[in-house]
């Protein structure tokens, strides 16, 4: 790489790469944005059933993060018990590309890797 192309790094998330990773990186929660992009909304409970491995807590810190970066909505509803439901932002929609470059390379990946 040429010096131009750190043009990227000079804000105050380091560089623009950084800046995404620090939204929609982990394990967790590219997964949860793909399948809220799959699905109008998803209840929590359906979220836990759907991702495996995924522990209630970490299901929580992850959708308080994606919520406070504006990535989901989160719409609570006033009955008994609680029903909460979550979608993604418009601007969590803008997502969509990235998701599914990242689909497509995963299944190429696993294609190479003969998994």
Known sequence: MNKDNHKNCDG?????????LSVIGGRWKPVI????????FLRFG??????????Q?????QLR?????KIIDRKVYAEVPPR???SLTEYG???EP?????RDWGAEHMTVKGK
């Open 12 to 20: 105050p998330y380091g560089c623009s790469v950084e800046a995404t």
């Open 33 to 40: 944005i793909f399948l809220l992009l799959q699905n109008e």
């Open 46 to 55: 359906e979220l836990k059933k759907i991702i495996e491995g995924i522990t």
């Open 57 to 61: 807590r970490m299901l929580t810190n």
């Open 65 to 69: 993060e994606l919520e406070n970066d």
């Open 84 to 86: 909460v439901e979550y």
């Open 93 to 95: 929609r803008s997502l």
């Open 98 to 102: 990235i998701m599914i470059a990242m």
